[in-house]
C-alpha cells in the first residue's frame, strides 16, 4: 500500500558529504508515525543510523551522532550525510511505520540505495 522510494546515493571522498531522500507515497490516505534511516554493508546486520518521530524528536546512532542530521518534510525524509568515513560504506534503506486507511501502523521499508565512500 505504501511505497518509499530513496535516492541520492552515490561514490563520495572521505570527508565529504551526501544527502539521501526518501519519498512515500500510496494510493490511499496514509499517517507517518515515524521515519528512519537503516544501513547494512557486506556481512553485516541491518543497523539504525536515525529516526524522526512525527513529534519531531530524533535519535542518531553513536557511530553517526554529530556527522548525520535527518529531517522530515511532508511524505519524504532526508538523510543528510557529513564528514563520511569509509565505514559509512553501506546500502541505506529507508524506512517507515506508517498507519493507512485500511491497514494499522505497520512498517515499510524502501529498496535501497549504495553509498560507498572511498579512504
Known amino acids: 500500500q505504501v511505497r518509499l522510494v530513496e535516492s541520492g546515493g552515490g561514490l563520495v571522498q572521505a570527508g565529504g558529504s551526501l544527502r539521501l531522500s526518501c519519498a512515500a507515497s500510496?494510493?490511499?490516505?496514509?499517517?507517518?508515525?515515524?521515519m528512519g534511516w537503516y544501513r547494512q554493508a557486506p556481512g553485516k546486520e541491518r543497523e539504525l543510523v536515525a529516526t524522526?518521530?512525527?513529534?519531531?524528536s530524533t535519535n542518531y546512532a553513536d557511530s553517526v551522532r554529530g556527522r548525520f542530521t535527518i529531517s522530515r518534510a511532508g511524505d519524504s525524509v532526508f538523510l543528510h550525510m557529513g564528514s563520511l568515513k569509509p565505514d559509512d560504506t553501506a546500502v541505506y534503506f529507508c524506512?517507515?511505520?506508517?498507519?493507512?486507511?485500511?491497514?494499522?501502523?505497520?512498517?515499510?521499508w524502501g529498496q535501497g540505495t549504495q553509498v560507498t565512500v572511498s579512504p
Open positions: 524506512n517507515g511505520d506508517i498507519r493507512t486507511a485500511i491497514h494499522n501502523a505497520r512498517e515499510y
Open positions: 500510496s494510493s490511499t490516505i496514509f499517517r507517518i508515525n515515524s
Open positions: 524522526v518521530s512525527s513529534g519531531g
